[in-house]
């Protein structure tokens, strides 16, 4: 499976990204997605993620800013991130939930003035 991420830059704090992820595999539309992030010095964690027939759920950092979504048709998942802050500069990955694939190359975020 390859993952693709793609959208991240460098954004003032307040300003807004849209990532996208093409996941290529088969079966997409029955899989669980998250996207997770890592900052220097610290584990990856999972800031959002969405299993089939449940809704959302975001990490309490991220909660009411970040909204996840999906295309089956193009095999995406996107994470729109408002209201940046500087805690948010990570690594932005997506992958499966649980039982994670190899992970793809990350786009990078970074929230600074």
């Known amino acids: 499976v390859q993952l693709v991420e793609s959208g991240g830059g460098l954004v003032q704090p307040g300003g807004s990204l849209r990532l996208s992820c093409v996941v290529s595999t088969s079966g997409f539309s029955f899989l669980a997605m998250g996207w997770y992030r890592q900052a220097p010095g610290r584990e990856r964690e999972l800031v959002a993620g969405k299993a089939i027939g449940s809704s959302t759920n975001y990490a309490d950092s991220v909660k009411g800013r970040f909204t996840m979504s999906r295309d089956n048709a193009k095999r995406t998942v996107y994470l729109q991130m408002n209201n940046l802050k500087p805690e948010d500069t990570a690594v932005y990955y997506c992958?499966?939930?649980?039982?994670?694939?190899?992970w793809g190359q990350g786009t990078q975020v970074t929230v600074s003035s």
């Open positions: 992958n499966r939930l649980g039982s994670t694939w190899d």
